[in-house]
């Protein structure tokens, strides 16, 4: 297992996300997204590999570094060229930074690794990951209640 990798992370608090809608631009975005909030938090990515991935994302293990909390770090695989993933970030950024429901992990954050500057939108560590890894995990759990407490999330969405 390789040294944990320390990053900086920018918190958004009171955030106009309307200045995100501009159009991408390779260094200038990244800027524009590390400049979200002026508080900076330091989070420490763990371990050589993604503890998960799907289609556009590898989730990494980590710790905010003044509390340790465990954190989830999902870096985006993107080239800094390829406008139509960094759109897709702003806008998972602009979405997720708004929402608040009890079955949503709040959006802790956006950290840039600095030797590749690959963005990680940051939240606390679940470790289930997801809704599907929870119910594969529990399959005696209450499906309908699940569901029934997802009906408000997505008209929010």
Do not use: C
């Amino acid at each position: 297992m390789s040294p944990e990798l320390p990053m900086a992370s920018v918190t958004v608090e009171q955030t106009d996300m309307s200045m995100l809608k501009q159009e991408p631009r390779s260094p200038e975005t990244l800027k524009l997204l590390t400049s979200i909030s002026a508080r900076i938090v330091e989070v420490t990515r763990i371990g050589d590999f993604p503890i998960d991935g799907g289609g556009y994302a590898d989730v990494w293990r980590g710790k905010r570094v003044s509390d340790g909390l465990e954190v989830a770090l999902k870096g985006l695989r993107i080239n800094h060229e390829d406008h139509s993933l960094i759109k897709l970030l702003v806008r998972e950024i602009s979405i997720w930074s708004t929402l608040d429901h009890p079955n949503v992990l709040p959006f802790l954050g956006l950290s840039i690794q600095p030797d590749l500057r690959v963005p990680y939108l940051v939240s606390p560590w679940e470790s289930y990951g997801n809704i599907i890894k929870y119910l594969e995990a529990h399959e005696d759990a209450d499906r309908a209640d699940l569901v029934s407490t997802f009906i408000p999330l997505v008209r929010l969405i």
